[in-house]
């Protein structure tokens, strides 16, 4: 039972870092889009700059 829990608590955990990452992302392009500048965007998304230069990247296609 024991690791049945340990495994419940595990994809719980996973779900909401997958939850926060989607926040981060859509925060980051919400800031591109206003062309905020690169390390701003870094400091309040919390995401690492290369993610951020993905998006930027992949958002003007």
């Known amino acids: 039972m024991k690791d049945f829990l340990y495994a419940y608590s595990d994809a719980i955990d996973e779900s909401f870092e997958k939850g926060r990452d989607g926040e981060r992302t859509a925060t980051a392009l919400d800031m591109l889009a206003d062309n905020v500048p690169i390390e701003k965007i870094v400091k ?4 690492p700059k290369e993610k951020v230069l993905e998006l930027q990247k992949n958002s003007r296609h």
């Not at 309040?44 to 995401?47: D, E, G």
């Open 44 to 47: 309040y998304s919390h995401l």
